[in-house]
């Protein structure tokens, strides 16, 4: 079992900068991969980036690409979302996900955090 818990959003101006956190319990966290998606209001859940298990391979959606850097500390089983350059259009709740089956579908994620609000203004 993995439980994880995102922490770090909040309320932005457009051009700041966000770092979530998701915070993972249970040893094996590190034989997982992890992901960051978003779901805006009225709108599916969407992919954001993810990292493999050793954090030496990283996957971006383009609408992240360049802004936002994934990145994983297996000794503390957290999972890191560094978001700079924040658009209005990046305001949506951001869920951290752990995944044996592949990175970037929703369906291939088994774990899920309770999310985290990132508001941005313009």
């Known amino acids: 079992q993995v439980q994880l818990v995102e922490s770090g959003g909040g309320l932005v101006q457009a051009g700041g900068s966000l770092r979530l956190s998701c915070a993972a319990s249970g040893r094996t966290f590190s034989r997982y991969a992890a992901g960051w998606f978003r779901q805006a209001p009225g709108k599916e859940r969407e992919f954001v980036a993810a990292?493999?298990?050793?954090?030496?391979?990283?996957y971006y959606a383009e609408s992240g690409k360049d802004r936002f850097t994934i990145s994983r500390d297996n000794a503390k089983n957290t999972v890191y979302l560094q978001m700079n350059s924040l658009k209005p259009e990046d305001t949506a709740v951001y869920y951290c996900?752990?995944?044996?089956?592949?990175?970037?579908?929703?369906?291939?994620?088994?774990?899920w955090g309770q999310g985290t609000q990132v508001t941005v203004s313009s």
């Open positions: 990292i493999n298990w050793g954090g030496f391979s990283t």
């Open positions: 996900g752990a995944s044996n089956r592949g990175y970037q579908n929703v369906d291939e994620y088994g774990y």
